[in-house]
């Protein structure tokens, strides 16, 4: 992944994070060892996402995952 890449990625997890979403495995600033210029994002979960979240507005291409739980009335809403 390139260092914009990298950037992108770890700022859409912070800003679930300022959201009100829950981090629950945080990747950013992951390194591996051997590769001390390399751009990495480790895998990451975040939990309590919702609908109206940048993090589940915009594609996320990185090892991230998040958690939506919702409601049949709430599902019905948004069709």
Known sequence: ???RSK?????L????EAEGATILLD???ASVDGY????FVGPTIIDNVTPDMTCYKEEIFGPVVGTVLQ????????Q
Request: charged share 20%; hydrophobic share 40%.
């Open 7 to 11: 950037e992108r990625v770890e700022s």
């Open 71 to 78: 409601s049949l009335p709430m599902y019905m809403e948004m």
């Open 27 to 29: 990747g950013r600033g």
């Open 13 to 16: 997890i912070a800003s679930a």
């Open 36 to 39: 001390p210029l390399g751009n």
């Open 1 to 3: 992944m390139c260092a």
